[in-house]
């Protein structure tokens, strides 16, 4: 059916080759083994405690062969499944790692995370975007540039196919607030962004997990066809039905961190009877695995071997897991793997190297910037809470403030209320600039499982989050503001004065923003990172020059001013408008000019003293977006 279509293989060394997927041809994937895995954890303490840490041990002595075909590592609940899933796909910190894992014989390259394929536990894809066009996406980051545009829209097409997508190929993925597509067509969905390299060996962590027992079952399937045709699958998964069981080509069983099987899937039940545990009739054998597992009496009681007595019963969890540790280290299959890992590694060269980890990219900065913005701001359009919603808001704040300062005069309440007015909209700016908070929240899966895959740099995604919030969310908004509250309020009237107003407005905006990336960029709930930024935004309110007159403030305390962004705002908003503007009515002739109210506040009404606060916004501005984008670059991306 697809004789004329070119496939795009990807090797562990990165290079392509063409060949017709017609030709029958299969393809061998690389046979994983890992020696000697121990991995543990630091736990406790904290940075000035560091006499109380102790260490947790998560994965012990690990030993074993993933050849091609499906292999399945089990276990209860907090047993290490992921954990070693990791530790195979090179994504867990070298730190704590001892052991090795080789690929065909050979040290694992450093990039291997981005030479092979990695399906993580939930979902990450952009919803907003259809299947067709997380594929490109893929294909366009992930693949060579030597691969033509052609190829890579056949490659596509290809996979939908192949992973039964054909019907929902232009549908959404689907969001919160998108209906998309099914629970299982979004897995497989997942899958395929990875299959675009066609990687060697595929990891997949609980592929199974929030499907219901038919979707699992056809997604298994589709990974059983796959390993069938001469790929390495390796997956994570924690109680499968009977029918997803009976496809695993091998099983590794873990307790604690400890290897209590590992060999022939379709042969467990046999070694568990041979050393005293008989699986029931009708039992499912992953049930029955964990039963023995998690020391279930039943299990125990039903078992007919002669080396079991009833005092088994009352043994201690550990007592059970310890003895099913020394009855596979004394069984052929252990026995079996040691030899044949002692082959793989003989002609091996011995290296001291500590495990590392290098992240490599198949395409240019400008490939990437272009690919990435054009989806985020695809992203952005398509999410009406986060691009109409926030217009709309904007719109609705300017109308209300238009309303209560109406057509201010000149006297001396216009005065106030040309002060109050000036001071709400600084102020609104720096608290409707919250919303970015979860710029990079929100995506923050999404960002490391690209990034370590080499989808793209940091400097990319960061350029491209920040493009398109300040040009959507900020900018266009802070026009929309201007707009509509200024000449309903009755502010000065001339051109100078109305743009100058929308420029310092955009750049307090710009600069709440940028001190809100800077907070949350390493935050992983947004709930506490709108608290940080809601105590910064009121301590700084404070020292706006409003609730309190500056020049009044003791010399100790002073100095906070210039951290105060509504400060800057308002400062150069109050010169911009009461500079050359009468307030005096009457007889009164003195200290009623714009100048005179702005020498009482303490503003300076000079050239220099009005951009001198544009430039302290705009330095602000870069020194936040400096420590967002260190925060981002240095996030901890491996677990």
């Not at 000035?48 to 690990?62: E, Q, Y």
């Not at 403030?401 to 000149?410: D, E, P, T, W, Y």
């Not at 005096?584 to 951009?611: A, H, K, P, R």
Request: charged residues 15%; hydrophobic residues 40%; proline residues 3%.
């Amino acid at each position: 059916m697809y004789e004329n279509q070119v496939s795009m293989e990807l090797g562990l060394n990165g290079a392509s080759k063409h060949q017709s997927a017609g030709s029958g041809k299969e393809r061998h994937g690389a046979t994983v083994s890992f020696h000697n895995i121990h991995y543990k954890v630091t736990q406790g303490g904290g940075c000035l405690r560091r006499k109380n840490r102790t260490t947790k041990d998560i994965l012990i002595d690990l030993n074993g062969i993933m050849k091609p075909g499906l292999n399945a590592i089990m276990g209860a609940t907090g047993s290490g499944k992921s954990s070693f899933l990791d530790v195979l796909a090179a994504r867990k910190d070298p730190a704590g790692l001892t052991g090795e894992v080789l690929i065909d014989g050979a040290p694992q390259p450093p990039n291997f995370k981005c030479l092979s394929g990695y399906v993580v536990q939930d979902d990450v894809v952009m919803g907003t975007l259809t299947v067709r066009e997380n594929f490109t996406f893929s294909a366009a980051l992930r693949l060579p540039a030597s691969v033509s545009q052609e190829e890579k829209e056949q490659k596509v097409n290809k996979l939908i196919q192949e992973l039964g997508l054909g019907r929902v190929a232009d549908s959404k993925v689907g969001t919160q607030l998108i209906r998309g597509i099914s629970g299982g067509e979004r897995k497989r969905t997942n899958i395929g962004m990875e299959l675009i390299i066609d990687p060697s060996v595929l990891f997949l962590d609980e592929p199974t997990t929030g499907l219901d027992a038919s979707t699992a079952n056809s997604v298994l399937l589709l990974l059983k066809r796959m390993a069938n045709n001469g790929r390495t699958i390796i997956l994570s998964i924690h109680q499968p039905r009977y029918s997803i069981y009976r496809l695993f080509d091998s099983l590794t069983l873990l307790v604690n961190g400890k290897q209590v099987y590992h060999g022939p899937a379709q042969t467990a039940l046999e070694y568990f009877s041979d050393i005293g545990y008989t699986c029931e009739a009708h039992n499912n054998p992953a049930d029955f695995f964990l039963d023995i597992i998690n020391g279930d009496s039943t299990a125990v009681a039903l078992s007919n071997s002669e080396y079991e007595d009833p005092e088994s019963v009352l043994n201690s969890k550990r007592g059970i897991e310890d003895k099913l540790v020394d009855e596979y280290r004394n069984c052929h299959y252990y026995r079996q793997t040691k030899a044949e890992l002692e082959r793989i590694i003989q002609g091996k060269q011995v290296t001291t190297v500590r495990p590392s980890r290098t992240i490599t990219y198949n395409t240019s900065f400008l490939t990437q910037f272009r690919w990435v913005l054009k989806r985020t701001f695809r992203n952005l359009m398509l999410n009406p809470q986060t691009s109409v919603a926030q217009v709309a808001v904007t719109l609705f704040l300017a109308l209300v403030v238009g309303a209560i300062f109406f057509n201010v005069q000149l006297n001396d309440s216009g005065m106030q209320n040309r002060f109050g007015a000036l001071f709400f909209i600084t102020v609104n700016q720096c608290f409707s600039s919250l919303s970015s908070a979860e710029l990079f929240i929100s995506e923050r899966k999404l960002f490391i499982h690209e990034y370590i895959s080499g989808y793209y740099r940091v400097s990319v995604y960061f350029l491209s989050k920040i493009l398109s919030d300040i040009i959507t969310l900020r900018t266009i908004p802070a026009i929309v503001f201007t707009c509509v509250a200024y000449f309903m309020i009755g502010l000065k009237p001339t051109v100078e004065a109305f743009f100058l107003f929308m420029f310092s407005v955009t750049l307090v905006a710009y600069t709440a923003t940028s001190m809100a990336l800077a907070i949350s960029a390493d935050q992983t709930v947004v709930a506490i990172a709108n608290i940080f930024m809601t105590i910064a935004c009121v301590f700084m309110m404070i020292f706006a020059g409003l609730l309190v007159n500056l020049p009044s403030i003791v010399g100790w305390l002073a100095w906070l001013k210039y951290l105060s962004i509504p400060r800057y705002g308002i400062s150069a908003l109050l010169v911009n408008e009461f500079t050359g503007l009468n307030f005096c009515t009457g007889n009164t002739t003195i200290g009623c000019t714009g100048e005179d109210f702005l020498t009482v506040q303490g503003v300076d009404y000079s050239t220099w003293g009005f951009w001198q606060n544009h430039l302290a916004l705009g330095i602000m501005t870069i020194c936040f977006l400096a420590i967002a984008y260190l925060k981002l670059r240095f996030i901890r991306k491996f677990t």
